[in-house]
């Protein structure tokens, strides 16, 4: 594999812009080709300095009926949607709302405060920075009996109330600001305080402070929260084998209130990374910039304000997805990189995409 990808990147400075995108879609045909477990692959490079936007998909969309994957179908991007939340965030920041160290204990609702007070949870001491950063000491409702509830009542129909009341059940808690701990009531309580702030729901609030419509991301929507949009595929079937799960049997509420629930395109995704790290949504470059600062320190927690920061020997912004889906931006190149697989589990095929020696290729002069 990794011959491959090097003598595509020793190849690049040679070769034209049709070659180029020649190479890109042998690559994916060969890894596919010996990975054809993965169900589907759709990739998208965008990269404006190389004048590239190039979207392509390998394999089904579809196992019962072998449907081939058109590169313009959606997917539940799962977790990916924590950059959108954490942006929306940020822009209250800028439009002066909140503030990022702010307490959230009058950002909340009577309701949630009260339960987590019941708990012990001090919320004068954990802030909105703590949620974007997984460091609030805030136990999830995420854990291996959530999953199995989920395969054993796949159409149950989850309220956001029961996901908090779950954490608060099933956890205490702990040291706030010391730890990095994932957990998607972190972003719940932030699509709380997005609603409380703009007495909206929090998909149309969120829709409108990522600026959807003048940047014209149409096929970018929370599944089931809003109407599905007009001249968009199908939604392509996603599987995890672990639990003989298919999407299309699982009811969208076990991850939708913030965690995850944004349904889109990977042209759209890779747009949404190129349009905020571009400036085109938060305008403050100091907001902007803390969005990739390390919270911890790195040797402790890669995440910073809603993504993770790597150093790949090049500055790499990424966050991945539950269903395998998996987005990278590089600031060195300007150029983003998304990723979806259908099959839970082989997103370890298409790393080579958002792995360093891909990254190399846009990076070249």
Known sequence: MKKILLLTTYCIPFIGFAQLLTVFKNTVDSIYDKNRDAIGVIVHVEAPKRNISWSYAKGIADTKTNKPLDYQQPVLIASNTKPYVAAAVLRLVEKRKITIDQPIKKLLTDKTRRLFEGDGYDLDAITVKHLLSHTSGIQDYVDEAYFEFVSLHPTYKWKKEEQIERSIEIGSPKAVGQKFSYGDINY????????????????????????????????????????????????????????????????????????????????????????L??????????????????VLPSDQSKYCLGLYHFDMGFNAYYHGGWWGTDVIYSPES?????????????????????????????IKK
């Open 188 to 275: 719940l309580l932030l699509t709380e305080i997005i609603e409380q702030k703009t007495h909206q729901p929090f998909y149309t609030a969120i829709r409108d402070l990522l600026k959807y419509q003048e940047l014209n991301l149409t096929k970018t929507w929370f599944i089931d929260l809003e109407k599905y949009p007009s001249n968009t595929m199908p939604l392509a079937h996603q599987y995890a084998d672990k639990y003989k799960w298919d999407s299309y049997d699982i009811d969208p509420s076990w991850d939708l209130y913030g965690g995850g629930g944004i349904a889109t395109t990977a042209k759209e995704s890779a747009l949404f990374f190129q349009y």
């Open 277 to 294: 790290f571009e400036g085109k949504i938060i305008q403050n470059e100091q907001l902007l910039e803390a969005m990739h600062t390390y």
């Open 334 to 362: 300007n150029a983003t990189i998304t990723v979806f697989t259908l099959q839970k589990g082989f997103q370890h095929i298409v790393n080579p995409f958002i792995g360093k020696e891909f990254q190399k290729l846009l």
